[in-house]
């Protein structure tokens, strides 16, 4: 109990100690503490800008891809795609709600004389619309008699109205797609995903029945569609499930399709994050080093100076360990103070980048966690050296060295 | 037994390794004191009186011989408990005061408390009582520089004093001080001698030496006792 307390009271006078030391040089530990201050403000700046604008790109990605998988088919020497009945016995396994095929038509698109060749048409079911229920904002969807009958009508994306139908109702409108004559029952938007998730979920400028699309490309094949999980279903296990039934249409050869989910697309969209931020971070961390190694210069000179000082303090009966103490806190306390307005200017400059580069700013705690306490580290490695000199000093000699 | 033992040197030699050919610093020194004696070792420089005291003030330890210091046996002590001896029984006052320029007079005196382990409202109030015994009441929160050399090196003394400690060891108390207050210095000196408080002086200074009830010569390492005086 008496050694606690005696301890507790020296670990106050280290700390009082070495406040008044570096209060008294403050020039000379403002510009040593500047390095750890910039190298903290540079890990925590980068850490947060990259997570904030890793995050919003997968948070995108999981808002469109909950609950689906995408199954690509590339089909063997004998069977080259699924046909409508294989895809029936994928949306009839228990796991599976629906299934919504994806059949690409390639060709121009055009109104009377307006004519627009980058524009998709792409050809889907009736249960791509119960599905995705708010997409259509006019008219009416595709329906089941749509598919059955391989009819000539088309559902188009608000882009193309306005394009082709500015200020006039497109309802009932005929257009052509690859010379091709359809009639516009539907008008849909599209959510604000925007350009990513058109690329990802396959939605085009002009939907048409699968069937038909099928019909005029002259196959009977489907090689790409999306599968509707059942609420609550475990993806891995719904996948796996697909593939077995995949599988079993395939007579077991190799690598005829993927079943791919978003979740393990995020999954590397986070893997390559972590990967990018950890070596940004490991980039501004030798500025974390250069900024210890400042440390360390001053408190050698620091040790330099007050070679009698420390004479003195042994003459009336400080232990080394007394000694070493007051110095490390010394370097220890420059190195936090350093690391706190560090982290403080990081956390504003990150906000800032984040509101330029219209990300939304997270708090990240693990970022402020790391850079403060690599600068304690850094104050603690890099003044041992300069404590354990100043401990080591013998009485005699630094008392004569006044 | 060496427990009811005060203050006893026997056979103290101390030998520097220097460059192949030892310096042979203190040859076979002897010397005891009882409690409240007021002692001057008086040399010149390179007599090894400075070698002395670092072993009378526990900053060193002898090469052979015997100290015994409080019933204490001090020559085989390692570095941790020599630290813990000068702070309880050795108050060491130097030539240049040797105050932290950074700490006012009562924080200077508060140091040897510090690393007794001393709590604040403690340290403080003894410093303060020092400082007034030293004739410094209106002084206690001066920085060093504010203060003359006098009152420097009454801080310094009072510093000494403040663990309580079996010796006050002083080397060349008077040696950057002007004779008037030099001579003042001495006259506290005395004071707390009659207070019955151990002083041992080095000095190289027969009118210093002087002052002292008892003088002792060192001369190449040897010690020759000098004779008593009155004060």
Redesign the interface.
């Known amino acids: 109990m008496?050694n606690f307390?005696?301890s507790f009271?020296?670990f106050r006078?280290s700390v009082s100690m070495a406040l008044?030391?570096i209060r008294?040089n403050k020039v000379r530990s403002f510009l040593t503490l500047l390095g750890i201050m910039i190298g903290v403000m540079a890990v925590i700046t980068l850490i947060t800008t990259v997570s904030g604008v890793t995050g919003s790109i997968t948070s995108s990605f999981s808002s469109m891809g909950v609950g689906t998988l995408t199954v690509q088919v590339s089909g063997s020497d004998s069977k080259s795609g699924v046909t409508p009945e294989d895809l029936q016995v994928i949306a009839n396994l228990d796991s599976v709600d629906g299934v919504s095929p994806t059949v690409n038509l390639n060709g121009r698109v055009s109104y009377g004389k307006n004519v627009q060749t980058g524009k998709t048409t792409s050809g889907k079911n009736a249960y791509y619309f119960t599905a995705n229920p708010d997409m259509i904002v006019q008219g009416r969807a595709l329906n089941f008699t749509d598919d059955d009958n391989s009819t000539y009508v088309c559902v188009i994306s608000q882009d193309l109205v306005d394009e082709f139908f500015l200020g006039k109702n497109p309802i009932g409108e005929t257009l052509y797609v690859a010379g091709l004559p359809f009639t516009v029952v539907g008008r849909y938007e599209e959510d604000s995903g925007g350009g990513v998730s058109s690329i990802f979920m396959g939605s085009a400028d002009v939907i048409i029945p699968y069937t038909t699309a099928m019909k005029v490309n002259n196959s009977d094949e489907v090689t790409s569609f999306t599968v509707y999980l059942k609420e609550g279903v475990e993806s891995d296990a719904a996948q796996s499930e697909i593939e077995d039934a995949m599988d079993k249409l395939f007579d077991y050869e190799e690598d005829c399709f993927t079943v791919s989910s978003m979740e393990s697309i995020e999954d590397t969209m986070n893997s390559m994050a972590t990967m990018l931020s950890s070596l940004l971070a490991g980039i501004a961390s030798i500025a974390l080093l250069v900024g210890g190694i400042g440390i360390m210069n001053m408190m050698l000179t620091t040790v330099t100076e007050r070679t009698?000082?420390i004479g003195?303090?042994?003459?009336?009966?400080?232990?080394?360990g007394?000694i070493q103490s007051q110095f490390l806190m010394e370097s220890f306390l420059l190195s936090m103070i350093g690391g706190l307005t560090g982290a403080v200017f990081g956390l504003a400059l990150s906000f800032g980048l984040c509101k330029l580069l219209g990300t939304s700013f997270v708090f990240n705690g693990g970022a402020i966690l790391l850079g403060v306490g690599f600068s304690a580290v850094v104050g603690i490695i890099f003044g041992w050296a300069p404590a354990r000199k100043a401990s080591k000093l013998n009485?005699?000699d630094a008392?004569r060295a006044? | 037994m060496a427990e009811d033992i005060f203050f006893r040197m026997t056979d103290i030699d101390k030998i520097y390794p220097l460059e192949g050919e030892d310096v042979h610093a203190l040859k076979k020194v002897s010397l005891s004191l009882d409690e409240g004696e007021y002692l001057s070792v008086l040399g010149p420089s390179g007599s090894g009186k400075s070698t002395l005291m670092?072993i009378i003030?526990c900053?060193?330890t002898p090469t052979s011989g015997e100290y015994i210091l409080q019933g204490r046996e001090v020559e085989d002590m390692d570095?941790?408990e020599l630290?813990?001896l000068?702070?309880?029984e050795i108050g060491?006052i130097?030539q240049?005061s040797?105050l932290?320029p950074?700490l006012s007079a009562r924080k200077n005196v508060e140091?040897?408390l510090?690393?007794?382990?001393?709590?604040?409202k403690e340290r403080r109030e003894r410093a303060e009582a020092m400082l007034e015994r030293v004739g410094l009441a209106d002084r206690m929160d001066h920085m060093p520089n504010q203060l003359s050399g006098g009152q420097q090196q009454r801080v310094a003394i009072a510093?000494a004093m403040v663990?309580n400690p079996s010796i006050l060891l002083a080397d060349e108390p008077t040696g950057a001080l002007d004779q008037k207050t030099g001579a003042q210095i001495m006259e506290l000196f005395q004071e707390l001698n009659d207070e019955h408080r151990t002083v041992i002086m080095i000095t190289h200074d027969l009118k210093i030496a002087s002052h002292a009830r008892r003088v002792v010569h060192i001369i190449d390492g040897e010690i020759s006792e000098g004779g008593l005086h009155d004060a």
Do not use: C, S
Not at chain 1, 314 to 320: C, M, N, R, S, T
Not at chain 2, 114 to 120: A, C, D, L, M
């Open positions: 008496h307390g005696k009271i020296m006078e008044d030391n008294n009698t000082e003195l303090k042994k003459a009336l009966g400080a232990v080394p007394q009485p005699i008392l006044a | 670092n003030g900053l060193d570095e941790l630290a813990e000068r702070n309880r060491f130097f240049n040797q932290l950074r140091l040897p510090i690393y007794g382990g001393i709590r604040p510093r663990g």
